[in-house]
C-alpha cells in the first residue's frame, strides 16, 4: 500500500498540480523498465485478480507520469532536464550484467527477472541526485509531495525488512526460508534511502518543511 501510494502522490503531483519540477524522468524511464521486466509473467502466470491489476497499475501508472512529463503539456514545460543528468546507462548495464550472473535460473525470464530486482535497487539514485540539486538551488528545501513520494517508496523498501525476518523465521524452506537476490538488492536499496529517511522525519517530527543540509 505504501508502494501504492508513492504512486498516487506522485500521479497527484504531477497531473493535478500541473507541475513536475523536482521529479526525475530517469527514475521513471527506469521504473518502467523494472516493471516490465518484473511482470512480463502477467500474460501468463495467473496467481489472482488482486495480483494482476495491481501489476497492471504499476505499469499503466509508471508509463502515464513518463508521458505525461515527456511529450503532454503544460506537464512537460515544467519538466527540469538540466538537473535531471544523471547518466542512468551507469546502472543498467551493471545490472544486466549481474543478472547474467547471479540469478535463479540461466533461463530468460529468471535473467529478466534478476535484473529487474538489482535496477530497482539503484533506481531512485537519479531522483536523490535531481533533489539534492533542487534543494541547493531552494536554499535546502523541497517541495513536500515530492518529500512524500520519495518517503513512501523508501518505507516501504524497508518495512520489507521487517517481512524478509518474519518469513526468515516462520516460513520453512529447505530448512529456513531463504532468497539472497531478493535479500542483498533491498538492504542496498534501504540504505541508499536511509539519509532521505532521516531527514524526512526529522523534518515531521518537528512540524516543519523538509530540508536537505547543502
Not at 511529450?71 to 547474467?100: G, H, Q, W
Not at 534543494?135 to 516501504?156: Q, V
Request: glycine fraction near 4%; proline fraction near 3%; include cysteine.
Amino acid at each position: 500500500m505504501l508502494h501504492m501510494a508513492s504512486i498516487i502522490i506522485l500521479l497527484m503531483k504531477v497531473i493535478f498540480t500541473r507541475n513536475c519540477r523536482g521529479i526525475s524522468l530517469k527514475t521513471q524511464f527506469l521504473y518502467v523498465i523494472v516493471f516490465s521486466c518484473r511482470y512480463v509473467d502477467v500474460f501468463w502466470n495467473f496467481h489472482s485478480l488482486y495480483n494482476t491489476f495491481m501489476k497492471l497499475v504499476f505499469i499503466l501508472a509508471t508509463l502515464t507520469i513518463s508521458y505525461c512529463m515527456r511529450f503532454r503539456e503544460p506537464y512537460c514545460k515544467t519538466y527540469d532536464r538540466e538537473n535531471d543528468s544523471f547518466n542512468i546507462v551507469f546502472l543498467i548495464v551493471p545490472c544486466m550484467v549481474l543478472a547474467c550472473l547471479w540469478n535463479v535460473a540461466f533461463t530468460p525470464f529468471e535473467i529478466v527477472w534478476a535484473f529487474s530486482i538489482y535496477l530497482e535497487s539503484l533506481v531512485i539514485i537519479p531522483q536523490i541526485v535531481m533533489v539534492q540539486k533542487f534543494a541547493k538551488e531552494n536554499s535546502g528545501s523541497i517541495e513536500n509531495l515530492t518529500g512524500d513520494y520519495m518517503f513512501c517508496l523508501g518505507a516501504y523498501r524497508g518495512l520489507y525488512l521487517c517481512n524478509w525476518i518474519y518469513r526468515y523465521a516462520t516460513q520453512p524452506h529447505n530448512g529456513h526460508y531463504w532468497d539472497p537476490i531478493v535479500w542483498a538488492a533491498g538492504i542496498i536499496q534501504t540504505l541508499i534511502y536511509s539519509d532521505f529517511l532521516y531527514f524526512y522525519i526529522k523534518a515531521k517530527v518537528a512540524h516543519k518543511q523538509m530540508s536537505l543540509p547543502v
